[in-house]
């Protein structure tokens, strides 16, 4: 008798230890969506690396914002899948994209940054122009390389005091002279800007914000100067 209840004490406690793994397993196959990282990093020279999908479902992957410089060995998978990131060589400033992964109603990111080169990100000179109405075109130094596209403008608009006056003296502000700032690879910026048909000239700041793959924030102006009077090209730059 009590070797039958021995025997049946540890049919029990098999049969108990089985249920608990049985409903463990049965747990983990039912995550709707897991992904085995949240963040990967490739160097500057480029290459490959990969990240793990599990999932009861369909899933499929879409990036944040469209870019050149790195593909994905397949953008849809059923259950658990290996994506393959590969990216070239990277010869400009740090970047950085999220790929976003669904999963029925889940949806999980992982960020993926490239190394690169310190940011370049200034004007050269201050620029001075004739009162006509005219394209500028002015050296910026950046080597943002794509990127440019995600740069901000804004322009402040200022004061003119001449050097015998004070800035109280000066209540004409005009604004909205400077349209159509864009700014271009091969490192120029260009704007439209309109006759300055006043009795003095005007001054105007060109801000440009560039906010990098590691969240550090790069600002830049060009001062800018319309004249009253007609200005050779020789004597734009100051």
């Known amino acids: 008798?009590?070797?039958?209840?021995?025997?049946?004490?540890?049919?029990?406690?098999?049969?108990?230890?089985?249920?608990f793994a049985s409903c463990e397993?049965?747990?983990?196959?039912?995550?709707?969506?897991?992904?085995?990282?949240?963040?990967?990093?490739?160097?500057?020279?480029?290459?490959?690396?990969?990240?793990?999908?599990?999932?009861?479902?369909d899933w499929n992957v879409k990036l944040s914002k469209?870019?050149?410089w790195m593909s994905l060995s397949n953008l849809r998978g059923h259950g658990k899948g290996n994506v393959e990131i590969s990216t070239p060589p990277n010869y400009g400033v740090v970047r950085r994209v999220d790929l976003i992964i669904i999963g029925g109603s889940d949806t999980l990111t992982v960020k993926l940054t490239q190394e690169g080169e310190s940011v370049i990100f200034n004007f050269k000179d201050r620029v001075r122009i004739g009162k006509e109405s005219q394209l500028?075109?002015?050296?910026?130094e950046n080597n943002l390389g794509a990127e440019i596209e995600f740069v901000q403008d804004s322009v402040a608009y200022k004061k003119y005091v001449f050097p015998d006056e004070?800035?109280?003296?000066?209540?004409?502000?005009?604004?909205?002279?400077?349209s159509g700032i864009d700014l271009?690879?091969?490192?120029?910026?260009?704007?439209n800007i309109a006759a300055n048909t006043g009795d003095r000239p005007r001054r105007a700041e060109i801000w440009l914000i560039y906010?990098?793959?590691?969240?550090?924030?790069?600002?830049?102006?060009?001062?800018?100067?319309?004249?009253?009077?007609t200005i050779g090209p020789e004597d734009g730059e100051e």
């Open 166 to 178: 004070d800035d109280e003296d000066v209540t004409e502000l005009p604004t909205d002279w400077i």
């Open 25 to 57: 397993m049965k747990s983990d196959m039912e995550i709707p969506l897991a992904v085995d990282t949240e963040a990967l990093t490739l160097g500057k020279e480029g290459g490959s690396t990969n990240f793990s999908i599990y999932s009861t479902s």
């Open 211 to 229: 906010t990098d793959a590691r969240e550090r924030e790069h600002k830049a102006f060009l001062n800018l100067v319309q004249d009253v009077v």
């Open 1 to 19: 008798m009590k070797k039958y209840l021995l025997k049946l004490t540890g049919l029990l406690a098999m049969s108990l230890t089985l249920a």
């Open 136 to 140: 500028l075109k002015a050296v910026f």
């Open 66 to 68: 469209p870019v050149e």
């Open 184 to 191: 271009s690879e091969d490192g120029f910026l260009k704007a």
